[in-house]
């Protein structure tokens, strides 16, 4: 049977959140990869984790990278003009998302590297780099088989699905639940809103893995209602329904302390014991290594 390995290099949301109380679980921007026995390696958004993951790497070697950007939100792509391979001749990164209704994907990732705002220009950076912009769609990357879905976030977000031999990994970067906005009894919405819910569970089924943003507590939701992102209960539920085995809570609330978080850890550890979920759940922690 063969594996694959995850390891998480930034697993906060919003904004990195450095310091005292983030030390443990780590205070970058989103950031994971994957790699295959077979020497398969692909890299999941690129917050300012992906500075981190940079530095992990010998750069006397050459290198041929994939990043798969969620979506173009600054926590998810503000680690690029950090991540050292892009200025070193003879590597190649290839650049997959989604774009917007107002640039394509390779606009948006040069948008943050024009001058203005940043002293290097994408068009002075030494390694070869390529822009694929994706929508819903599957697609093959060596060993990996991938499969994409539009998430429900404000701006055009995608999950991924990766199927490497009997393996199967899902990331769920930016994601809220659909729902009903108007709060009214039309049953043609409802039911609309429950198949787009739907889709989701049957996305995620069976899978060995699933990385899902979980950045809010159920008390802190309507507050936050509308803003792209789910709860740990609503991720838990999606984990349960679609019987997913290992479940890492991702995109971390920057107000979460680590203590916050080994305490939503224990809590639901302790909930799928008790209702005898083959589970196993643990809180996105940078640095942390695990095998699929």
């Known amino acids: 049977m063969k594996r694959l390995t995850l390891t998480f290099w930034g697993v906060r949301g919003s904004i990195p959140v450095p310091g005292p109380t983030t030390m443990r679980y780590g205070g970058n921007t989103a950031c994971l990869d994957l790699r295959s026995e077979d020497g398969d390696w692909i890299i999941f958004d690129a917050g300012t984790g992906l500075r981190v993951l ?16 969620s979506h173009p939100h600054w926590d998810h792509i503000n680690g690029i003009p950090f991540f050292a391979p892009i200025y070193i001749p003879g590597n190649r990164v290839t650049f997959y998302g989604p774009g917007t209704n107002e640039m394509t994907l390779k606009e948006i990732l040069s948008g943050q590297m024009q001058y203005s705002y940043f002293p290097v220009r994408t068009v002075e950076l030494l390694a070869e780099i390529k822009y694929r912009q994706i929508e819903q769609e599957r697609l093959e990357l060596g060993n990996f088989q991938i499969t ?51 889709r989701l569970i049957e996305f995620v089924r069976e899978a060995d893995a699933l990385v899902a943003d979980a950045q809010y507590l159920p008390a802190e939701y309507e507050a936050k209602r509308g803003w792209g992102h789910s709860t740990t ?23 979460r302390s680590d203590d916050d978080l080994d305490e939503v850890v224990a809590h639901y550890r302790k909930k799928v014991v008790e209702r005898g979920f083959p589970i196993e759940i643990h809180a996105a922690m940078e640095g942390a290594v695990f095998n699929i």
């Open 54 to 69: 940079g530095e992990s790497l010998d750069l006397s070697k050459k290198y041929d990278i994939n990043i798969f950007i």
């Open 148 to 198: 994409t879905i539009s998430l429900n976030h404000p701006v055009a977000c995608l999950g991924y699905r990766v199927r490497y031999d009997d393996r199967l990994f899902v990331y769920l970067g930016d994601n809220e639940p659909y729902y009903n906005v108007f709060k009214d009894k039309d049953r043609e919405l409802q039911d609309f809103v429950a198949n787009l819910n739907e």
């Open 233 to 255: 209960h609503q991720v838990m539920n999606l984990a349960v329904k679609g019987k997913v085995k290992k479940l890492f809570f991702f995109h971390h609330e920057p107000l």
